[in-house]
């Protein structure tokens, strides 16, 4: 990798880098066998390469005023060869029967290309000497290639999501109200592979699977007890919403408060 840092002066920052990097196939990747979704299961696939990825990314901060920085980073990723779960032939056969059910034959597999870009921004504003907010909005997309030369959605380019959070610090006290979202991604805009995997995502009104928007607010909160020691209390999913990260196949915890102790030695 190579990059650059500019501090033109104590108000800005301008940050360019570029690399390339490699992700071998592990264990799982290439030999184990387990049923993804009902109806399809997936094969070891020994002749599984490394994918290699060519990243670059800009980024400028600047100091409006005193107490208010704004951000905005972009980024760009090419992944070759990259590994997806596709359809694959075993002993010449599509289908096999698994588990008691007729099963389509799939296995991890070095697509032709993939590519990601996106742009992050944020700003945090020092509202008063105790009260402090910060945004983060994160926008990206992402294409790659199919078998037979068209091109779908990139699996991992997630729908448009942010953090917004206002704290306030007192002495050895500190609370955060923290509001995340994430944007609905369509039918139309998910990956042809996500498609089929209607056990991961919820129904439009013509029936088709698709990520719906959600929005989730949470109270976090932090007391210095000594200089040695911390109570953390975390109250989770406010609101009681019933949300998925996108393509996460997990549904969020409901509500709920934590409790910590931290402790140095």
């Not at 599509?94 to 290309?113: C, F, K, R, V």
């Not at 380019?157 to 610090?169: I, K, R, S, T």
């Not at 975390?234 to 969020?252: H, K, L, M, W």
């Amino acid at each position: 990798s190579i990059g650059l840092i500019s501090r033109p002066n104590d108000d800005w920052i301008i940050k360019w880098t570029m690399g390339t990097a490699f992700r071998a196939p592990n264990v799982d990747d290439m030999g184990k066998v387990f049923d993804s979704e009902p109806g399809a299961v997936t094969v070891p696939n020994t002749d599984l390469e490394a994918e290699y990825a060519w990243n670059a990314d800009f980024g400028v901060a600047h100091k409006v005023n005193t107490g208010i920085k704004i951000e905005v980073n972009a980024y760009w990723t090419r992944l070759n060869n990259a590994m997806v779960r596709r359809s694959f032939l075993l002993n010449g056969q599509s289908t096999m029967l698994y588990d008691g059910i007729e099963s389509q034959i799939q296995a991890i597999q070095n697509a032709a290309y993939a590519r990601v870009y996106g742009v992050q921004l944020s700003v945090e504003a020092e509202i008063s000497k105790n009260l402090r907010l910060s945004s983060s909005v994160s926008v990206q997309n992402g294409i790659e290639e199919l078998d037979d030369g068209s091109t779908s959605p990139a699996r991992h380019a997630a729908p448009v999501f942010g953090e917004n959070g206002l704290y306030y610090e007192n002495n050895s006290w500190t609370w955060g109200l923290i509001h995340r979202f994430q944007s609905e991604k369509s039918y139309e805009n998910l990956p042809v592979s996500e498609r089929a995997k209607i056990e991961l995502y919820a129904k439009d009104t013509q029936g088709l699977p698709y990520a719906p928007a959600w929005q989730a607010l949470h109270i976090h909160g932090k007391w210095e007890l000594n200089e040695w020691s911390q109570l953390l209390i975390r109250f989770e999913n406010v609101t009681d919403q019933r949300y998925r990260p996108y393509s996460s196949g997990i549904s969020a915890a409901g509500r709920s408060i934590q409790l910590g102790l931290n402790v140095r030695f």
